[in-house]
């Protein structure tokens, strides 16, 4: 079955960088849209990035622009979500998402903490 599992969360200075990781297993990954979602404490999950199965085009809210960058290795499997000048509103858990382009069937990893304070 599908699995998704995430890793790089931790606690990073406001200002600071992290890379998150998402390796999935048990499915065809070079034919899903990968994406991060976040969900902060009380607060709704919320798109914070997605990418093509090639790669060749992602997609951004405001919130997390010119800040956050998506990627992927279909080699490995991999999606990364590089976030930079980070924020103590970026606070929250990032779960990874993974979406057949021809099922349009989806599926979640367990998430990663991300806290951002000094």
């Known amino acids: 079955q599908v699995q998704l599992v995430e890793s790089g969360g931790g606690l990073v200075q406001p200002g600071g960088s992290v890379r998150l990781s998402c390796v999935g297993s048990?499915?065809?990954?070079?034919?899903?849209?990968m994406s991060w979602y976040r969900q902060a404490p009380e607060k709704e999950r919320e798109f914070v990035a997605s990418?093509?199965?090639?790669?060749?085009?992602?997609n951004y809210p405001d919130s997390v622009k010119f800040r956050f960058t998506i990627s992927r290795d279909n080699a490995k499997n991999t999606v990364y979500l590089q976030m930079n000048s980070l924020k103590p509103e970026d606070t929250a858990v990032y779960y990874c998402?993974?979406?057949?382009?021809?099922?349009?069937?989806?599926?979640w990893g367990q998430g990663t903490q991300v806290t951002v304070s000094s």
């Open positions: 048990g499915f065809t990954f070079n034919t899903y849209i």
């Open positions: 998402n993974a979406r057949s382009v021809y099922t349009n069937f989806a599926s």
């Open positions: 990418i093509t199965p090639t790669g060749g085009s992602t």
